[in-house]
């Protein structure tokens, strides 16, 4: 996975422990709680849709993700990624992928719209230039995966390549909640 800092070990212990909660075998533990997903700042344009918020999308299970599009590790990440919208988009799914560049060519909205194209990406796709939302999610690394519930907490992270039967069993599990956020009982 790529970093833009080395310094955040707090951060990456929080993530994964969010994995490690649905990793393994055996019966599935509850979704962890992270808090509030901060709204979605400082972004350049939308490709695949109009300006998204969090607000606006409040009542719709939402997967925030992180990537760029020359990150190897992003692009290894893009099937299962547009796999999961097709399948459940129906279901009050939704996907903001927030690009955020690391290089000056990821920095050029054409470009990225020419990748977004080139990969098949059909959900909605935010410019984030300046680190805005990155910032506000306190996010370091590409790829790096913020599951959103109907109430607007974050339920689920997960940072790098791989544990994809993880995160769409946290999928399944917070649609087969009605969308309503509720955070097995905790109130």
């Known amino acids: 996975m790529a970093t833009r800092s080395t310094t955040a070990c707090s951060r990456i212990a929080v993530a994964l422990a969010g994995v490690a909660l649905l990793s393994g075998a055996g019966p599935a533990r509850p979704l962890a709680d992270y808090g509030p997903a901060p709204e979605l700042r400082g972004l350049a344009g939308w490709i ?8 606006k999308l409040r009542g719709k299970v939402v997967l925030v993700r992180f990537w760029t599009f020359e990150c190897i590790n992003c692009r290894h990440t893009l099937a299962a990624t547009q796999t999961w919208y097709d399948r459940y988009h ?23 719209a020419r990748a977004v194209r080139r990969e098949s990406i059909t959900y909605p796709v935010a410019l ?10 306190h996010n370091e ?47």
Not at 128 to 137: E, L, N
Not at 176 to 187: C, E, F, M, P, W
């Open 141 to 187: 690394y590409w790829p790096a995966e913020y599951l959103v519930d109907a109430a607007g907490r974050i339920r689920y992270v997960h940072v790098g390549e791989g544990d994809t039967e993880a995160a769409e069993r946290a999928i399944q599990e917070l649609l087969a909640n009605g969308n309503s956020g509720d955070r097995a009982g905790a109130r």
């Open 90 to 112: 129906a279901r009050g799914f939704e996907i903001v992928a927030v690009h955020t560049p690391e290089l000056a060519a990821e920095r050029v909205p054409a470009n990225v």
């Open 48 to 55: 695949n849709s109009p300006p998204l918020s969090m607000a």
């Open 128 to 137: 984030d230039p300046d680190y805005d939302t990155w910032d506000a999610y």
